[in-house]
Antibody, heavy 121, light 107 residues
């Protein structure tokens, strides 16, 4: 059974930093591209970014709204993905989902339960 | 960026009804569209990929169609478990983008 479990959410002041983790199980993590998607309260889903696999050199893509402030990394030896969030803004307040790419297109076949990040003074 | 627009934003229907949700892309995305279902406080669930491919375990009352810029999600006979919010996602070009959602309510 595929499981994605996020951790590391919480309350942070504007300008601060936070690191989210995603622990994956139930599939060959190292083979898959992985993404982060967020959802602000009452808003639509927003794609945050992607990290490809080793075969594709762990390259990344980011939404313009987070590029230069957020960084996605992964540790295949620990079946884990990370989202380092710096220079946080109030508009980054959202539930952050770790998602698994299907492998057959840029859609997401499994989602974690989400981690709430609140940016507020 | 490719803008995704769903209609309607809210839909009220009854158990047994046939309902259709439309998703329009601001430019052609070929057939690279996914549909998700989200219930309050829960993560989205993949229903359909590549416009019409039903995900494993999804009931056959769900179907998708379309290509280019216009797509539809149809539920042939609404069941109580189907009342939720539905999102489309274009899977063609970065940044990947989602529609604003269609909330399906019980009439």
């Amino acid at each position: 059974e595929v499981q994605l479990v996020e951790s590391g959410g919480g309350l942070v002041q504007p300008g601060g930093s936070l690191r989210l983790s995603c622990a994956a199980s139930g599939f060959t993590f190292s083979d898959r591209y992985m993404d982060w998607v967020r959802q602000a309260p009452g808003k639509r889903l927003e794609w945050v970014g992607r990290i490809r696999n080793k075969e594709d050199s762990y390259t990344t893509e980011y939404a313009a709204s987070v590029r230069g402030r957020f960084m996605i990394t992964r540790d295949d030896s620990k079946n884990s993905m990370f989202l380092q969030m710096n220079r946080l803004k109030t508009e980054d307040t959202a539930v952050y989902y770790c998602v698994k790419d299907s492998g057959s297109g840029k859609h997401f076949d499994y989602w974690g339960q989400g981690a709430l990040v609140t940016v507020s003074s | 960026d490719i803008q995704m627009t769903q209609s309607p934003s809210t839909l009220s229907a009854s158990v047994g009804d046939r309902v259709t949700i439309t998703c329009r892309a601001s430019q052609s995305i070929s057939g690279l569209l996914a549909w998700y279902q989200q219930k309050p406080g829960k993560a989205p669930k993949l229903l359909i990929s590549k416009a019409s491919n039903l995900n494993s375990g999804v009931p056959s009352r769900f179907s998708g169609s379309g290509s280019g810029t216009e797509f539809t999600l149809t539920i042939s006979s609404l069941q109580p478990d189907d009342f939720a919010t539905y999102y489309c996602q274009q899977c063609n070009t970065y940044p990947l983008t989602f529609g604003q959602g269609t909330r399906l309510d019980i009439k």
